[in-house]
């Protein structure tokens, strides 16, 4: 009895921990259009008439679908199964523990529950709106079915799989230890085969009928397999080991014990290893907060917890392992803190900022409108607004033929683009994810087209941002000239190295970086004067700042911030004839900016 009311504290102190970290990632708000467009008719699509699996978690978007249709709120309803989804992890870890400890001790079973509950990486995404928790629920459903009734196994196996593709992974190294560790024979491995291929042939055949390909297309956009994922996949795998891995210590535990280990327990290192392998292998994950590792975390602590049991019965203590897991559980809450909170704060902040641009956008463009974009999450969902994912996860073309320019910096890991495409398909819209400066190599390769230079120019909107000016930049019109690709991606990213200087206000060094620009860069990139004229009026060179912005309204009169400072200039010098004509300009390409002032 004791050890049920400490399983039930344990799993309370998991949901006040959870809670405690309320947020909604913004990759969440990619299945609620999905989910909204399937409710509303349009079938499963993030664009209507647009037939792509820019999705992950198929299953988790039919459950999300059926409370949204029962008109319940499917935000909050996937932050209240994610937790429950939580929850059920620690009970279902906790009864894994009982069968491969057979009950020897009823404390060491609640081990691998307390460092769970205590893991802010698992309460971060239970409760951000993701399926992650919901897929390490059904990961932990198979390993415990697999233990006491297998063909339940096949079923929960099964399930796992429609949340998210890598429950395929578990359930072939389930598989594999099942013929070479239990050593059951072939033909009942092959009949567990069968029947989870038969669970999942009619989504199989749903998938080739409905959008041509077996494999999402997230699969084609976020992952790969080269050496530069490997690399990245090594990095990833070392950021967790330092936060949670005990610096790799965890890996190594079982190695001691592997021959004491029996034939359940070594099911538990296969998963691990050859789990964590595939994610190095893939290249980690773009999101922060270690959310691919986190269906390892409770087989990582469970493996914890049978050595603890082994020190114990060597050592005929309880007390040094109850002091050990206690000290674990403290370090794994608060040595990553800091880190998680800010992770959870910078998210916060972009949901909360693209939940302002998306009201804005809606205010300055409606909803009839073609919008290319980096970060598709919140603003997709609350625009309406046709969307086309400028790194490819919900846009096949873009994820399966990425084009490859050598010299673009970026600290991204999302590297797949395609410039050529995305300007065919002539948005009315292109956002990028920090205003005017190209940060993705998707939006800095867009300033080595000349349709992209000369057809689109910078566009303010004001909409509900408190006088606050939003940025994105807008078509023009059509462009009949001939797209010409400038070979040398030296000035972009001179470009956006001048726009972060200007933001620190290191001028002088911000003005140098703008005039190389002017030698290594192509001579139609007016954008490079009307930066230049800005820092100069800022560092109150009126003249220099005025030569620089007629510079930049003669080769572009879409130049609208050069506008702004002339119309500044002339109101100083009196010449009210040359400011109404600054003013009309602004008036007839940006008119929100003249709104804001």
Partial sequence: MKEKIILFLIIAIFVVHALSLNFTQDDAFISYRYVKNFINGHGLVFNPGERVEGYTNFL????????????????????ILGVLAGATT??????????????????????????????????????SGLETAFFVMTVLLAVYFYL???????????????????????????????????????????????????????????????YGNLLPNPFYAKTGFSLEYVKAGLAYFWLFLKHYGLWGVLYLIPIPFYKELEVKGKLVILIVYIYTLYIIIIGGDVLQAHRFFLPLL??????FSFALMKLSLML???????????????????????????????????????????????????????????????ISYLTDAKVIDMLGLTDPYVAKHPEKIPGLLSTWKEKKFNTQYLLSRNPDVIMFSTGIKPSAPAERALFLSSKFRE?????????????????????????TKKNEIFPDARFVNLYNEAINLQHQNDLRTCLDKLKEILE?????????????????????????????????????DYCTMAHI???????????????????EKILSHNPEMLESR
């Fill in 60 to 79: 988790w978007i039919i459950i999300l679908s059926i409370f949204a249709r029962l008109g319940l709120d499917m935000i909050m309803v996937s932050k």
């Fill in 90 to 127: 620690l009970f279902l870890i906790y009864q894994i523990s009982l069968n491969i400890f057979k009950k020897r001790d009823w404390l060491f079973p609640l081990f691998a529950p307390l460092l769970l509950a205590s893991n802010s990486a698992f309460a971060y995404w239970s409760i």
């Fill in 148 to 210: 006491t009734n297998e063909r339940l196994m096949i079923i929960s196996s099964a399930l796992s799989t429609l949340v998210r593709p890598e429950g395929v992974l578990v359930f072939g190294i389930i598989i594999l230890h099942k013929f070479f560790f239990k050593k059951d024979k072939l033909k009942n491995c092959l009949f567990s085969i069968l029947g989870f291929i038969l669970l999942l042939l009619p989504f199989l055949i749903f998938k080739i009928y409905y």
């Fill in 298 to 303: 409770p087989f990582l602590y469970l493996l």
């Fill in 316 to 378: 005929k203590n309880r007390v040094i392992p109850i002091f050990v897991v206690i000290a674990f559980s403290f370090l794994t809450f608060f040595v990553p803190r800091n880190w998680i909170m800010s992770v959870r704060s910078a998210e916060i902040g972009l949901s909360s900022k693209m939940s302002k641009y998306a009201q804005g956008l809606r205010q300055s463009f409606g909803t009839n409108f073609t919008l290319a974009m980096t970060t598709i999450g919140v």
């Fill in 455 to 479: 057809n689109y120019y910078p566009y303010y909107f004001l909409g509900i941002l408190e006088n606050v000016l939003g940025v994105v930049y807008k078509k023009k019109g059509e462009y």
């Fill in 520 to 556: 290594v860069g192509p001579k139609d990139f007016a954008r490079v004067y009307e930066e230049i004229s800005r820092c100069n009026f800022l560092m109150g060179n009126t003249e220099e700042c005025k030569k620089y912005a007629q510079k930049a309204v003669e080769m572009d």
């Fill in 565 to 583: 400072l002339l119309h500044e200039i002339y109101l100083r010098e009196k010449d009210t004839t040359e400011a109404l004509q600054e003013r």
